[in-house]
């Protein structure tokens, strides 16, 4: 039996309710599926419980939010190897920020106050090419992601078995019990999903190749 593939989903984020319930009205009426969220903070939690299980979504993030800001969320997005477009609204003080987030990575930006075609014809370029692009490249994504949620001392470890060392040597060199590196070692497995060392060597060098 087959189930059906999760609707896209737009993410408005903005910490004006008239804003988000004004944006929410018009994606929702075009036929998007729309979820809204007051703080950044609260994104990032839901991007964390999707464990590099990426849906098909946009986010519309609002340059000037508290506690944190538009960039401050995309920053940390992308240390989470989101790879949703994130398209930026923003006032006119901030578009030169808006430009600096483009060419760090961001989609694109629309300047309030806007047009709502506009915006509906941005949001569905956006989703076409996230769609493209997963649909291609979700291995890779959560290759990335699960890379980002090692912790420091398993990125060493990692560093140690792709080079073929042995626990015994991993232990010594980085000065800690051949337990700890198995303990270690079995994590980053399965974060990793791989089996073997040589497996993980495998994905890893796909992962460099695709940078």
């Avoid at 929410?24 to 590099?52: F, I, M, P």
């Avoid at 949001?123 to 959560?142: F, K, S, T, Y």
Wanted: overall charge negative; glycine content about 8%.
């Amino acid at each position: 039996m087959t189930t059906n593939p999760a609707p896209s989903t737009i993410h408005i984020v903005d910490d004006d309710a008239d804003v988000r319930d004004g944006l929410a009205w018009l994606l929702d009426s075009r036929g998007h599926h729309v979820r809204t969220w007051a703080q950044g903070e609260a994104l990032l939690e839901h991007v964390r419980g999707l464990q590099g299980h990426w849906t098909h979504s946009v986010v519309l993030l609002d340059m000037r939010m508290a506690p944190l800001d538009g960039q401050q969320v995309f920053d940390q997005l992308k240390a989470l190897a989101c790879p949703w477009p994130v398209l930026f609204l923003t006032g006119h003080g901030d578009v030169g920020m808006a430009v600096a987030a483009v060419k760090n990575g961001a989609w694109d930006f629309l300047e309030k106050p806007f047009q709502d075609n506009v915006l509906v014809d941005r949001v569905a370029q956006a989703l076409a090419a996230v769609q493209a692009d997963m649909g291609a490249n979700q291995e890779v994504h959560r290759l990335r992601y699960a890379l980002a949620s090692l912790s420091p001392r398993e990125r060493e470890v990692l560093d140690q078995l792709i080079q073929g060392h042995y626990n015994k040597n991993i232990a010594d060199t980085l000065g800690i019990t051949q337990r700890t590196v198995e303990f270690h070692r079995a994590n980053i497995f399965e974060k990793m999903g791989v089996s073997s060392a040589i497996e993980l060597a495998h994905k890893l060098g796909r992962l460099e190749s695709r940078e």
